[in-house]
């Protein structure tokens, strides 16, 4: 492993990332959740409107790892960083590139004059929430995550 690279996502990056959000949800015991398709997820990220951006992860020329985000609108702080997923491929772990592609949104939230940064992990996850520890993050176990399909109402 001799060279790391931490860029911006292209959207000829997209189907890359689709894979990798499948190995993350596998690893999360949910790949069934994995629904959105390639063209719905290049035309969020890259149409004329888009709703994330995301970093990814070289090593010699082969994206193993990726940090997608949004902005989001807090009544209490502001607009804020929501970072939606960080995944690095597991063979690679161990290298930093977890902590880099964090970093990375920090910056740009910092960049941004954003006032902080959110994000979820779940509460089996320890070495997760053991990575966000080191940050010193607040982790708040008091709110309950809440979600609608609305394919089901």
Known sequence: MD??????ASCEDCSRLLELVRGLAEYEKAPQEVT???SHFVESGFGENP????????????????????IRY???????IYLED?????????????????DAVMQEGKNGNYSGMMWQALDWNQPALDFYSKYKAKLDFEWVNCSIEFKDV
């Open 74 to 80: 807090s009544t209490w702080k502001g607009q804020r």
């Open 3 to 8: 060279n790391i690279v931490i860029r911006k």
């Open 86 to 102: 960080i995944y690095v491929e597991p063979e690679i772990r161990g290298k930093g590139i977890g902590a880099m592609l964090f």
């Open 36 to 38: 959105v398709s390639l």
């Open 51 to 70: 709703v994330w951006w995301a970093f990814v992860a070289e090593v010699d020329g082969l994206i193993c790892g990726f940090s997608l985000y949004y």
